[in-house]
């Protein structure tokens, strides 16, 4: 049973994030989603806000003007309007 998950942030212009995360929360049209190891498949829309990746104990927030979201397999992708990294 994984204990991370492989995350991928993306916009048209550039890759913003690639590695691995134990969890991420992301922006969502009806409020903030969690997404933690062995989540479902899920697909949907992301409004403008934080999007923050857990790893270590470290939070990596990372600003997005909306986008979608896909998990699968351990795996979240993320593919935002635009973004910049709020550190």
Same mark, same amino acid.
């Given at each position: 049973?994984?204990?991370s $998950?492989?995350?991928e942030i993306v916009t =048209? =212009?550039?890759n913003?994030?690639?590695g691995p995360a134990t969890m991420v929360v992301a922006p969502g049209y009806i409020g903030e989603l969690a997404i933690l190891p062995n989540h479902s498949n899920l697909l949907t829309t992301l409004v403008a806000g934080e999007l923050k990746i857990y790893d270590? &104990? &470290?939070e990596n927030?990372?600003?997005i003007r909306g986008g979608f979201l896909q998990v699968a397999d351990n795996k979240v992708?993320? $593919?935002a309007d635009s973004s910049t990294n709020s550190q």
């Open positions: 049973m994984p204990l $998950l492989n995350v =048209e =212009e550039e913003i994030y690639s270590d &104990k &470290k927030p990372i600003a992708i993320v $593919l």
